[in-house]
């Protein structure tokens, strides 16, 4: 799929020169604990865009995609002007570690910041939290023959857990540090219970969900 635009963009062209010309940098003020790396949250990104595309008449839809072999997920980005014109981005497509629901809200969350992040001209794509959906473990540094692979696939579920937190309302920082705090492992080395942990919340928030859920009577 190629860039599309509208037949006309001179006032759009315009429009993103100026909120260019405003916009504020995010700061990379989020932790990956497990691969000692920082980036820019997609709410990070979202906020700055919205702060400065308003008053140019500029304004963003995003839309999902899928690979024709279902195995690449993602999202697209069209930036629209109130003049009509409009420019449609092709989707950034990634493939998850595991195609299950985890790991493709994880595809679609990371497409999603990167994307908005390349059309609005965002600085966050200098980051390295993509691990857990691109194999994070394959671009470190070859672990050491004593070191069981496991230890990588535990990282990545860790990750993708907490992105399946966050994508429930979760703060997963906030998890993060309760995790240290109950746990005392302040450098999260132990792994395997940092994934229990991470776990036993997701299944406390779904429990939660259904609790919550209100089944329709029947009528009389």
Same mark, same amino acid.
């Given at each position: 799929?190629?860039?599309?635009?509208?037949?006309?963009? *001179?006032?759009?062209?315009?429009?993103?020169?100026?909120?260019?010309?405003?916009?504020?940098?995010?700061?990379?003020?989020?932790?990956?604990?497990?691969?000692?790396?920082?980036?820019?949250?997609?709410?990070?990104?979202?906020?700055? !865009?919205?702060?400065?595309? *308003?008053?140019?008449?500029?304004?963003?839809?995003?839309?999902?995609?899928?690979?024709?072999?279902?195995?690449?997920?993602?999202?697209?980005?069209?930036?629209?002007?109130?003049?009509?014109?409009? !420019?449609?981005?092709?989707?950034?497509?990634?493939?998850?570690?595991?195609?299950?629901?985890?790991?493709?809200?994880?595809?679609?969350?990371?497409?999603?910041?990167?994307?908005?992040?390349?059309?609005?001209?965002?600085?966050?794509?200098?980051?390295?939290? *993509?691990?857990?959906?691109?194999?994070?473990?394959?671009?470190?540094?070859?672990?050491?023959?004593?070191?069981?692979?496991?230890?990588?696939?535990?990282?990545?579920? !860790? !990750?993708?857990?907490?992105?399946?937190?966050?994508?429930?309302?979760?703060?997963?920082?906030?998890?993060? /540090?309760?995790?240290?705090?109950?746990?005392?492992?302040?450098?999260?080395?132990?792994?395997? /219970?940092?994934?229990?942990?991470?776990?036993?919340?997701?299944?406390?928030?779904?429990?939660?969900?259904?609790?919550?859920?209100?089944?329709?009577?029947?009528?009389?």
């Amino acid at each position: 799929m190629t860039m599309k635009t509208s037949e006309t963009t *001179g006032e759009l062209f315009k429009a993103l020169s100026a909120f260019q010309k405003d916009v504020k940098q995010p700061k990379k003020d989020a932790n990956n604990p497990f691969f000692k790396s920082k980036y820019v949250p997609l709410e990070n990104v979202i906020e700055v !865009i919205h702060e400065a595309a *308003g008053k140019h008449g500029l304004a963003e839809l995003t839309y999902p995609a899928t690979s024709e072999d279902g195995m690449q997920h993602g999202v697209g980005v069209v930036i629209t002007h109130s003049s009509g014109e409009f !420019i449609q981005f092709p989707p950034v497509l990634l493939k998850p570690a595991k195609n299950d629901p985890q790991g493709v809200g994880a595809a679609l969350t990371y497409s999603r910041r990167y994307a908005l992040s390349a059309a609005f001209g965002i600085a966050s794509e200098t980051d390295d939290d *993509g691990n857990s959906i691109s194999g994070g473990a394959k671009t470190k540094s070859q672990p050491k023959k004593n070191e069981p692979d496991e230890l990588s696939k535990q990282e990545e579920e !860790i !990750i993708e857990v907490l992105n399946t937190l966050q994508n429930l309302g979760i703060n997963r920082m906030e998890v993060q /540090k309760a995790y240290r705090d109950e746990s005392g492992d302040k450098t999260f080395k132990n792994k395997a /219970k940092m994934l229990a942990y991470f776990k036993a919340q997701l299944t406390s928030k779904h429990e939660q969900a259904e609790l919550s859920f209100e089944y329709p009577q029947a009528k009389k």
